[in-house]
């Protein structure tokens, strides 16, 4: 064994968090056990507030809840010390990439440019304790007779990943072990046209990015929560395809915006694409709605409700992703407007043509296209309007997002110390944006998950 190899540390971390992906949640609970390959050398735990609510089926699961956490320090306080602990060690734990992605993504958001070697006890389990049904931790310890003290808490999980990572070097050998966790170099093959300092400016913040030509045209835009490390990633591998050496030698310029969030630099990419149609980007040119509901007059005369698959250039009076939301909207003007179920059309089925003609023969066509005519008012007056108010670029300022008539109308930013009456009053004609359907989902969704962060100003 060479003596690096004799005197590399392994870090063995385990994390609790207020949901499944990092960029959205935050960690409550962090342990970190530093192993020398015989023994526990130094150890570090702590409870950490994630500065969002906890969930309920979280705090059902770890027994954290908000009071327990109010006091705690915020990442951006203990950051220091946990890069110090991690630092220049493997970075191990049970379904590594959870962990890791964490807190590599809290540790970026402080400030610090954390890179380590990665070892996951589930896939070493899978190589060197073949024969198991499950090797979730808790199932994996009861097969092996590890005790967990403290299951789902960081110190708890994290002391028995010590325990089933000594049962894996037992059977695999520190050296073969070591080996594993070494992080391959990749190719990388950075612009030749490229100025460094455009790559050196790069901020480890969350925002968009812009590929120029040599006549500064946008080629392409992206968006990052580590905007560094996004552009570093289309430089690296081995992909050779003409198509990717030409995307490389046509670029000549990287710049960026910052955007505090990764909500905005999602909506900021899709914005810039729409407005440039860069060459490069494809993905978010071709995404429409798959559904919308029309109105059309029949050639009795009759006002017809009917969903339908979205084609280029048609327009809805509504828009929506699957079958089942369109099928449940209508439905719900159907029971309100008191219309006839056999003279609106659903996509996936529609009335029998008797049922139809049963239903023509009943109606009386002036009161019934009254009762129609008074569903799609109400489709074009369904609208919603808000203000999600989120971190800003730095600590003195906020984003805002405006959501006007069931559509992303502005986004900017503001001082923290601007106090506004009218939302109007925030918009500058820079922050108008080119807004689709794409974006305004995500911004529903949002605001649907962080209700504390809206405005309502619907009234």
């Not at 969002?52 to 027994?63: A, S, W």
């Not at 698959?309 to 509504?318: C, E, I, Q, V, Y």
């Not at 059309?345 to 529609?350: K, N």
């Amino acid at each position: 064994m060479s003596p690096k190899q004799q005197s590399s540390l392994f870090a063995i971390v385990d994390i609790e968090t207020t949901g499944g992906y990092a960029s959205g949640n935050g960690i409550t609970e962090i342990a970190i056990y530093i192993y020398d390959g015989n023994q526990i050398v130094d150890e570090y735990q702590t409870l950490i507030n994630p500065q969002q609510p906890i969930p309920y089926y979280i705090e059902t699961l770890t027994g954290i809840h908000n009071d327990m956490v109010k006091d705690a320090p915020v990442f951006e306080d203990v950051a220091y010390i946990i890069y110090e602990k991690l630092k220049d060690k493997v970075f191990v734990a049970h379904n590594v990439n959870f962990d890791y992605n964490f807190v590599s993504h809290q540790l970026k958001n402080a400030g610090f440019d954390f890179k380590a070697p990665k070892l996951c006890t589930v896939r070493l389990a899978r190589k060197y304790l073949p024969g198991f049904a499950s090797y979730s931790l808790g199932k994996l310890c009861d097969h092996l007779g590890i005790n967990i003290t403290s299951r789902h808490r960081a110190a708890g999980d994290a002391r028995a990943t010590v325990t089933l990572f000594e049962h894996i070097i037992q059977k695999s050998g520190l050296d073969e072990l070591f080996h594993s966790g070494k992080l391959k170099a990749k190719e990388q093959r950075f612009p030749s046209h490229v100025h460094s300092k455009d790559l050196e400016n790069l901020p480890s913040k969350p925002g968009v990015y812009f590929f120029r030509d040599k006549a500064g045209k946008l080629i392409y835009v992206g968006k990052a929560t580590n905007i560094r490390k996004r552009v570093n990633s289309h430089f690296i591998g081995e992909n050779l395809s003409a198509r990717r050496q030409k995307f490389i030698d046509e670029i000549f310029h990287i710049d960026f915006e910052e955007t505090g969030t990764e909500l905005m630099a999602l909506l900021k990419e899709c914005h810039y694409i729409k407005h440039n149609w860069p060459t490069y980007n494809n993905a978010l040119k071709k995404y429409e709605p798959k559904f919308g509901l029309i109105d059309y007059i029949d050639n009795r005369g009759l006002l017809r409700l009917c969903i339908i698959k979205m084609k280029k250039g048609l327009t809805a009076l509504r828009y929506f992703q699957n079958v089942y939301e369109s099928t449940a909207y209508l439905l719900k003007l159907i029971q309100e407007f008191d219309l006839s179920f056999s003279l609106c059309s659903f996509y996936a089925e529609s009335p029998a043509r008797q049922d139809q003609q049963k239903a023509l023969a009943e109606i009386d066509f002036d009161s019934y296209n009254e009762k129609a005519t008074n569903a799609v008012d109400f489709i074009k007056n369904d609208t919603e309007s808000f203000v999600l108010i989120d971190n800003g670029r730095n600590p003195e300022e906020y984003s805002y997002i405006y959501y006007r008539h069931n559509s992303v109308y502005a986004l900017g930013f503001t001082e923290k110390d601007n106090s506004f009456s009218c939302t109007e009053d925030l918009v500058k004609n820079e922050d108008l944006c080119h807004s689709n359907y794409y974006m305004c989902n995500l911004v529903k969704n949002y605001a649907l998950k962080f209700p504390y962060k809206v405005k309502d100003i619907s009234g």
